[in-house]
């Protein structure tokens, strides 16, 4: 594929599933990539579980790098181990994927999963990609995109103390990130009073995937949230209500599943 075509982030998904030898991309990954690629500098990604938003924004990872290698990038998580789980994919498909392997770190560089340069970067303090747990060592680090993947989990924010201070701690993102960088939060609501729904007051632009099309009532509860693909799709068909937006990975009988497993408030929450 002609380099011209992947500066476009949908045709470098493409070629990373194809490499991951996974499914063309659905329409809700498509859209999820689209949104990935706009000019809004503080968005929050609520998707259903399994929808692939954490693999999706890894990729974006590596799109970034490969328009820009002098970019620092830094991956946070509820854990250190999740975080490093996702720099170590990223890190993968520098090695894997063909179009990528010029960013490959040389001897001189770092190359650890938990922080690595990519070849064409030029010596800094900062590593080209950084992982990190919500509650690790930020200070002094200096990112132009901060990647906020699954910060909130049924632990953490089990207790109002403890939704303050996870409420806190992602403050500190402000003084890491660069003038003109982006803050990505990617997250599925764990609890009715969760961080997602508070970071609309400090300026994030929250969009919303459901895994079953909504009902008017539940269209309305969403608002602008809700992802145009989704609040189309179902205005133009009423019947949709109920349905799967992900027919082909999810189906009716497998979500109802999930739903009498879960209860209706928590799948609620999750899908």
Not at 59 to 85: E, G, H, M, W
Not at 141 to 155: G, M, N, V
Not at 162 to 190: A, C, N, Y
């Amino acid at each position: 594929m002609k380099t011209e075509k992947l500066k476009d982030f949908r045709n470098f998904l493409y070629v990373i599933w194809k490499h991951l030898r996974l499914p063309q991309p659905t329409a809700l990954q498509y859209d999820i990539a689209t949104y990935l690629q706009s000019n809004e500098r503080r968005i929050i990604i609520e998707g259903f579980r399994g929808i692939g938003k954490s693999w999706i924004t890894s990729a974006y990872v590596c799109y970034q790098l490969f328009l820009n290698p002098q970019l620092n990038i830094l991956i946070v998580s509820a854990s250190k181990t999740r975080a490093d789980d996702a720099s170590t994919f990223i890190l993968r498909l520098i090695n894997e994927v063909p179009i990528l392997q010029h960013l490959i770190p040389k001897d001189s560089q770092r190359q650890s999963k938990i922080s690595f340069d990519v070849a064409p970067a030029r010596a800094s303090h900062q590593p080209s990609v950084k992982s990190v747990g919500i509650f690790g060592q930020m200070t002094g680090s200096r990112s132009d995109f901060i990647l906020a993947d699954d910060i909130e989990t049924p632990l953490n924010s089990m207790t109002q103390g403890m939704r303050d201070r996870l409420s806190e701690g992602v403050k500190e993102f402000e003084s890491i990130i660069k003038p003109e960088g982006r803050i990505i939060f990617l997250g599925t609501p764990q609890c009715e009073q969760s961080l997602y729904n508070a970071l609309p007051e400090r300026g994030y632009k929250k969009r919303i995937w459901t895994a079953k099309y909504p009902s008017s009532k539940q269209t309305a509860y969403f608002g602008k949230t809700l992802a145009p693909i989704i609040y189309n799709a179902v205005e133009l068909n009423s019947e949709l209500k109920d349905k799967p937006t992900e027919p082909t990975r999810f189906d009716i009988e497998d979500l109802n599943e999930r739903e009498a497993s879960y209860g209706r408030s928590q799948f609620a929450l999750q899908f």
